[in-house]
């Protein structure tokens, strides 16, 4: 049995990470902030939201202890927070700046590491706050890494589609070539490990998942003296899309034989994150819809911490579902019982018939003037005005996440008012490569390749067809 416990929609961009630690809930989003929730009430914290990276914030993680909490950028940091005070404990900076995708910390909170875009791996040791050191680990950006139970390795996914085991001092332990077709998306050790009879071999459980529309699951085996391999245990093919997110359940148990447990069908964008609680049978789910959904797993009994689904991820092709007032829906796909259904949500139950008669769907409702209105039979200036406010708003709510990707600054993931073509070929918001350029970042945000010109040409097509898609919402 599933149920929602709570939509939280505080986040104003596309929601990139959640993480749980034993009493907090954390989700971090392209708006450039981490909110930060309770669990015993899913109220956010005084201090929430933290604010200090410059770009898209891509991961969040807790501490085991749950006393910090961790987060990287597009702006090549990764900045440790204080999980009781809201406080910035320190900043770190990849070395050449390169856009922080992933982070991750040890068990034991000895090492922090980060993915970033040039292919590297950043190792800190997280007590001095001090580099380790940083390392190639790939020809493609890092954008999955994950420490094992043991704390002695680590291993990274790349776009490429390789996993790769590591030692601590980032010597190659493993290579698993291919393991995920056109790319990783996500890695995650279970908690739990065998140890064999005589204490020779260790085994661990390893999830991956891709842009192949599967999940992997692997049994990683480090013996004494004759290094670690990789064996491929179950692929789930259950997806139709690319899964972006994997976690196991506190126990490190595996779903038998690869069944489907539940399908979760609540968000109306793509479903980029998933974290499952250690005490409580909870799951948070983020969205491209900007919301964190949490669920509670089993009986409803939040007390014991124990629950029976075991391994759960996320995938991108949620079903569509057409909740007026909240869908991600463009106004102009809605339907006349959308409508209708919309009024009701927003007080308007008195206009309920006059728009079933008029069969007033998305479009016109799109449309919708103080003449039209009054030639409804709206006679209530009122009634008419609230209605356009209402309809204005909804605009605005849908203006921003809903528009072509194409539209959006790749930095900072907003809608481009001034696009101007850098010498990679990609266009940006001016004041977002400007400020990317000034920061002694000298590469492409995109490819990671250096840029052979600091010259930015202004995009006045792509500016004339933002401004054409703006009036048209």
Known sequence: ?????????????????????????????????????????????????????????????FSSCGRFLVSCSTD???????????????????????????????????????????GTVALW?????????????????????????????????CTRGDLKLWDLDVNLLHAEKDAHDLGVTCCSFAAQFNVGVYGCCVEFRLASCGQDSQLKIWIVSQREGAGCVMKLLHT???QSAPVLSCAFSSDGELVNLGTVLHTLNQHDRYVTAVALSPTMP????????????????????????????????????????KLPGHSRLLLADWSEEDVQNWLSEEGLEELVSIFKTNNIDGPELNQMSKETAAELGIESVGLRGRLLRKIEALKAEQSGSEAPDEFLCPITR????????????????????????????????????????????????LKTAIARWKSSQ
């Open 282 to 321: 909870w799951i948070a789910t983020g969205s491209m819809d900007r919301t964190v959904t949490v669920w509670r797993i089993g009986d409803g009994d939040d007390t014991t911490g124990k629950y029976s689904e075991q391994t759960w991820f996320s995938q991108t092709d949620g079903e569509e579902r």
């Open 76 to 118: 090549g940091s990764a900045i440790v927070w204080n999980s009781d005070t809201g406080e910035r404990s320190a900043a770190l900076q990849h070395p050449s700046r390169s856009p922080l995708r992933v982070c991750a910390l040890a068990h034991d909170c000895a090492h922090l590491l980060a993915g970033a875009c040039d």
């Open 236 to 238: 789930l093919t259950a």
């Open 125 to 157: 040791d997280f007590s001095s706050r001090t580099l380790r050191r940083c390392s190639a680990v790939s020809e493609d950006s890092v954008v999955a890494c994950c420490f094992s139970p043991s704390n002695q390795m680590f291993v990274t996914g």
């Open 1 to 61: 049995m599933v149920s929602i416990v709570r939509t939280l929609r505080d986040h104003t961009d596309e929601v990139s990470c959640c993480a749980f630690s034993s009493a907090l809930l954390a989700s971090c989003s392209g708006d450039k902030t981490l909110r930060v929730y309770h669990t015993s009430d899913l109220s956010e914290l005084p201090f929430s939201p933290l604010s200090s990276h410059g770009y898209r914030v891509h991961c969040c993680c």
């Open 414 to 461: 907003e809608l481009m008012r001034d696009p101007v073509i850098a010498a990679d070929g990609y266009s940006y918001e001016r004041e977002s490569i400007q400020s990317w350029i000034r920061g002694k970042n000298k590469t492409s945000p995109m490819t990671n390749l250096p840029l052979q010109t600091t010259l930015l040409t202004p995009n006045r097509s």
